[in-house]
């Protein structure tokens, strides 16, 4: 009996069990590559906390090309975790700039930006006298930010001019946060307002949270129409997870040949799958071709069904959706300043604009089914859906589990 349980159950799973999405065949995040390879050049040295490596598209090889630079996060001083994303940058079309800010896990903070911005100045001189390069278009320049390369992305973003790094277009912000109290500035409020930005953050970022992340998204004044804050759900984990490791896809192809303990973890952690192609890879394919060219904008921003969608399963199901901030109702024009908590309906954890001493969850019986205090956030993944009362220091409201 007990084996025709488990058989009975081992079944279920098996029949249950659906495909997550393949990467689209073309649009942002798509596999409608332009160019068949791609030449890398690694310009760093084990004895220095900076340097770069420089990927660029062939076969065939353009003239001129976009440029994106991308900030690794910490302690992954080695494109190879992220190589399947250079990839697909570069045969769509980009150059892309890698540049090396720590020389290894000891590297002081302060001289994270700083090491990164002399790579990138080093890799412009390259691409820029080197007559054997792709020329690089000055006039359509993105930056990309994981973990602390976020928070270098914006340190970069507000302050160009003063490092004399070529001043950026566009800026997306993955996972960003410090994890430390320095390195990062005290505010970015007078960051130039003309940019278009994405900042997306994982549901379950256990690593650095969101802290950072909401701060770049209501402390600047760029204009809503531009900018967006995005959070990313887990849909039947381990299938597709929602951490702080998800920008990481890994190809040994583009392995800069450093070896540590962060970036053994970081091909161990690594996995290429729908969330980078619907999440990460689509938004930025989007943000750089609505920033250069116009197109693609509702795949970047507005809080459309395209820039939503993360695909569907092999059963027609689609995947949790990303949430997106502001709402395309104006209702919500900061991630802060919705009813003290945010967001509503929820699937997974309630985050609130600052810390609550004492909160209840309660059913339309009046039972309460979750209590916490002292807290910024509370999961309620646990619960079943349905519409709850969620009373926070005594002021209830009406919140929605999906």
Not at 262 to 288: Q, R
Request: glycine residues 8%; hydrophobic residues 35%.
């Amino acid at each position: 009996m007990k084996f025709i349980s488990f058989l009975s159950i081992v079944l279920c799973i098996n029949i249950n069990a659906q495909a997550p999405p393949s990467q689209p065949l073309t649009g942002p995040g798509g596999s409608d590559y332009t160019h068949g390879s791609v030449i890398q050049t690694n310009s760093t040295s084990l004895f220095s906390g900076d340097g770069y490596w420089l990927f660029e598209p062939d076969s065939p090889k353009p003239d001129s090309a976009d440029v994106v630079i991308f900030n690794h996060g910490w302690g992954v001083y080695n494109p190879g975790p992220y190589g399947q994303w250079i990839e697909h940058l570069v045969r769509k079309g980009n150059v892309v700039i890698f540049p090396k800010y720590q020389q290894n896990d000891g590297t002081f903070f302060a001289n994270y930006t700083p090491n990164a911005v002399t790579g990138i100045i080093d890799a412009f001189d390259e691409l820029q006298t080197n007559v054997n390069r792709v020329k690089p278009r000055m006039n359509h320049i993105a930056i990309i930010g994981h973990s602390f390369g976020g928070v270098i992305t914006s340190n970069i973003a507000i302050e160009y001019s003063a490092y004399g790094v070529p001043k950026p277009d566009c800026f997306m912000l993955c996972e960003p946060g410090p994890g430390t109290s320095v390195g990062h500035l005290s505010t970015y409020s007078n960051m130039d307002t003309d940019y278009k930005s994405l900042i997306v953050v994982g549901d379950d970022d256990i690593i650095v949270g969101d802290t950072f992340g909401k701060m770049i998204f209501d402390s600047t004044n760029i204009s809503t129409a531009q900018k967006n804050y995005i959070i990313q759900y887990a849909d039947s984990p381990p299938i597709l997870e929602a951490t702080h490791n998800e920008p990481l896809a890994a190809n040994s192809a583009y392995d800069g040949g450093t070896v540590a303990t962060v970036i053994t973890a970081a091909y161990v952690a690594s996995k290429e799958d729908a969330v980078d192609f619907y999440c990460y890879w689509k938004l930025a394919d989007a943000l750089l071709s609505c920033t250069f060219y116009g197109i693609d904008c509702e795949y970047a921003f507005g809080d459309t069904p395209q820039q939503r969608f993360m695909g569907s399963w092999s059963d027609g199901t689609s995947v949790t959706e990303l949430e997106v901030f502001p709402k395309v109702t104006g209702i919500e024009e900061s991630v802060f300043t919705s009813n003290s908590f945010y967001p509503n309906p929820v699937r997974s954890t309630i985050h609130f604009e600052k810390e609550v001493v004492d909160v209840k969850l309660m059913d339309l019986e009046g039972k309460v089914v979750l209590t916490a205090e002292n807290t910024r956030q509370i999961n309620v993944s646990n619960l079943s859906k349905g519409v709850y009362i969620i009373n926070i220091e005594n002021t209830f409201q009406k919140l929605i589990i999906q």
